[in-house]
Nanobody
């Protein structure tokens, strides 16, 4: 099991930026596909972005493409989500997730084995 701890959330005005971090435990972090999901009040948890174990391949939800960037530092066991041009509709709890079994898909909650506790992002208009 991988322990994941998110940080970096907060309150920001529309058009602003935030950078989320997710620190992972364990010595095999570099083997995992990592992702960010988010859940707004009253809505389902949705895929935001994913990054391959090497960092070479990244994928984004259409709603954040061009504004958000996922990255990772395997030496620090950390994955990041840089969020720019934030909109009020980006308000949600953001969760970090790890796929420890190398599944071929990456957009479903069921594609991931371990989750962090989440960090709140609030974007004011």
């Amino acid at each position: 099991q991988v322990q994941l701890v998110e940080s970096g959330g907060g309150l920001v005005q529309a058009g602003g930026s935030l950078k989320l971090s997710c620190a992972a435990s364990g010595r095999t972090f570099s083997r995992y596909t990592m992702a960010w999901f988010r859940q707004a009040p009253g809505k389902e948890r949705e895929f935001v972005a994913a990054i391959s174990w090497s960092g070479i391949s990244t994928n984004y939800a259409d709603s954040v493409k061009g504004r958000f960037t996922i990255s990772r530092d395997n030496a620090k066991n950390t994955v990041y989500l840089q969020m720019n041009s934030l909109k009020p509709e980006d308000t949600a709890v953001y969760y970090c997730a790890a796929d420890t079994t190398a599944r071929p898909s990456y957009v479903l909650r069921s594609d991931y084995d371990d989750w962090g506790q989440g960090t709140q992002v609030t974007v004011s208009s």
